[in-house]
């Protein structure tokens, strides 16, 4: 059980960091969820995302560095195998 919740997780956070690398959709949905109307500000006299792009970005990464660390933890500890002592 833990070891398919660790390659479920490890191949989760994989997938959603390569798909928001590839195409930036998850970190600007993210952006206008927190963000709202801010989300679009003047920044520095430029409009766009980059003041809170960078932030969900970074947010993101470590939650789904996080996740892929957790998965590898739970992946590993499945692995290991108990050993059954006797007692006299």
């Not at 956070?13 to 959709?25: E, N």
């Not at 995302?49 to 892929?68: E, P, Q």
């Amino acid at each position: 059980m833990k070891k398919n919740i660790g390659k479920l997780a490890i191949t989760l956070s994989l997938l959603v960091w390569l798909i928001d690398r590839l195409t930036h959709s998850i970190s600007i949905t993210l952006g206008k969820i927190i963000y709202g109307d801010l989300y679009m500000q003047h920044v520095a006299k430029m409009i766009g995302d980059r003041s809170c792009k960078f932030n969900i970005d970074m947010y993101l990464a470590y939650t789904l560095f996080t996740v892929f660390l957790f998965g590898i933890l739970l992946y590993y500890s499945s692995m290991k195998e108990t050993v059954q002592h006797e007692t006299v």
